[in-house]
């Protein structure tokens, strides 16, 4: 599976919308974008994924670059409650349910 | 429904003993993975189960071991037990092993190793 770069900690204020980057580069054509969540002592909590088109649900929108090297997570209204790390995953076709986890980032809501 | 279930929630044990750790996935998913957690090596997958057979296992010793059983309830052994084991460990369930579908974890067993 393709690996993920992710900044290690990003601030947002209460209210405004989180921007939250990943690069995937090495991502082959048959892989989706997944972002998990994981609230401090929780297990990890599926947000969103997708393949190339621009994704969107009731937690978060996807964007993914034409290229698919890149996307970007958007939580529109964030509030304390998304204070959380996010984990950016490229997962395969013949992977199964193995996720590979990188470092993700820590984003700190701020009131 | 009822989320992912894992038991027991905290333990603690010595070097040496061994530990069995257990996770009742959402009725209906038979697919079963686990992972480890620890604050240096962060989230790493030790295996996955279907139907009762291991489809995939991470770079963990052989310490490290699983089994599923019919009704898609699963249990993870660790034997020989050293202190680098402490960790959070997460149950994941999810319909099948196809690549779209969305991993569903329990909150974990947080397991400390004196």
């Known amino acids: 599976d393709a690996k993920t770069t992710q900044p290690p900690s990003m601030d947002c204020a209460e209210g405004r919308a989180a921007n939250l980057p990943c690069n995937h580069s090495?991502?082959?054509?048959?892989?989706?974008v997944y972002w998990y969540r994981q609230i401090h002592s929780q297990g990890p909590q599926y947000i969103i994924h997708?393949?190339?088109n621009n994704e969107t649900n009731e937690m978060a929108s996807l964007i993914i670059t034409e290229d698919r090297k890149s996307s970007t997570l958007i939580l529109p209204h964030a509030t304390l409650r998304d204070t959380a790390v996010y984990y950016c995953?490229?997962?395969?076709?013949?992977?199964?349910?193995?996720?590979?986890f990188g470092g993700g980032t820590r984003l700190m809501v701020k009131p | 429904k009822a989320g992912v279930t894992q038991t027991p929630r905290y333990l603690i044990k010595t070097r040496g003993q061994q530990v069995t750790l257990s996770c009742s996935p959402i009725s209906g998913h038979r697919s079963v993975s686990w992972y480890q957690q620890t604050p240096g090596q962060g989230l790493q997958f030790l295996f996955e189960y279907f139907s009762e057979t291991q489809r995939n296992k991470g770079n963990f010793p052989g310490r490290f071991s699983g089994r599923q059983f019919s009704n898609s309830r699963s249990e993870m052994n660790v034997s020989t037990l050293e202190l680098g084991d402490s960790a959070l460990y997460l149950c994941?369930?999810?319909?099948?092993?196809?690549?779209?579908?969305?991993?569903?974890f329990g909150e974990g067993s947080r397991l400390t190793v004196l």
């Open positions: 995953i490229v997962r395969g076709s013949n992977a199964g349910n193995m996720l590979t």
């Open positions: 090495t991502i082959s054509g048959n892989e989706y």
């Open positions: 997708g393949l190339k």
């Open positions: 994941a369930s999810s319909i099948d092993l196809a690549s779209t579908g969305e991993l569903f």
